[in-house]
């Protein structure tokens, strides 16, 4: 099956966070927002600016080494969000919910946190409680920071 491309901007990037943010604002306050890294960061930033929250906390979860389904692994988390503690109050925030793999190993963790992110493929709908836009399961999700060049070369990343 052939994989089909979205590419997001910056521009509906920062829109769509804010659209959840709005939506979010019946369920704030929050004691806090957990970013999931590395997607999860920036639309965490700007829910956090919207909703007026001061405590961001991150959770690491590793899964893909590279672009397509053979490339997804067991998540694993590699950093723990230790002021959420078992989620109570705390709002989670990532980019996108694909396979559901990484939510599921999330909410393991932190089991009381409302789940929001901004694009939810079908197979990853049940794992997040609130979205702002379906992205077909075929679909490979290009974000702002998957199109512009790296600076470090692939040779030295992979050497870490």
């Known amino acids: 099956m052939a994989t089909n491309y979205a590419t997001v901007t910056w521009d509906q990037l920062h829109r769509d966070a804010r659209t959840l943010a709005s939506a979010l604002i019946t369920r704030a306050p ?14 965490a930033a700007i829910i956090a600016r919207e909703l007026d929250c001061r405590l961001v906390e991150s959770i690491s979860v590793v899964s893909y080494s590279g672009e397509s389904a053979q490339d997804q692994k067991e998540p694993k ?6 002021a959420a503690g078992d989620g109570e109050g705390f709002l989670i925030i990532d980019d996108l919910v694909d396979s559901g793999d990484t939510a599921r190993v999330v909410r393991e963790v932190l089991p009381k ?10 197979n ?16 490979w ?20």
């Open 30 to 43: 929050f004691k806090g927002i957990v970013a999931v890294t590395r997607g999860g960061l920036i639309p």
């Open 77 to 82: 988390v590699v950093k723990a969000p230790v």
């Open 124 to 139: 990853g709908k049940p794992h997040t409680d609130q979205y702002v836009m379906e992205v077909a399961q075929d679909t």
């Open 113 to 122: 946190a409302h789940f929001a992110c901004l694009y939810a493929k079908p």
């Open 141 to 160: 999700v290009l974000f702002p920071w998957d199109t512009a060049p790296l600076f470090v070369p692939p040779l030295a990343r992979n050497a870490n």
